[in-house]
């Protein structure tokens, strides 16, 4: 497990900035992706940092990446999500992020998509 800091820009700024758990790059830029398309009315593209290592730069979400989320990364979008929303970032104003953490928190069983 590793700590990863997530940047979420707009065209010109930064407008959030969250620090991730996850078990490796890969999940920790999948995070991200998620979260940045939950946010995408407030928020374009994404950075990740582990420390001073830049594992992403600057890059446009990907709208297939919100499609796919594993059940034991959706409590964790979640948690986040509910984090950004307490803090002071222009982020926080998200309402598509509202919209997809109601859907998140509604699916029953835990929602796991896969591209069929």
Known sequence: MGTYRVYFCDS???????????????????IADVLCDACSDRCNAFEVWDGDRCVVGHTLHSPRAADVI?????EIIVQI??????????????????????ELRSSNPPLARSEA
Do not use: M, P
């Open 70 to 74: 594993l059940a034991d990364v959706q």
């Open 12 to 30: 010109t700024r930064i407008v959030g900035r969250h620090d991730v758990t996850a078990n490796h790059d890969q999940e920790a830029v999948t």
């Open 81 to 102: 999500g509910e984090a950004i929303q307490r803090s002071e970032w222009f982020i926080a104003s998200s309402e598509k992020l509202l919209q997809r953490l109601e």
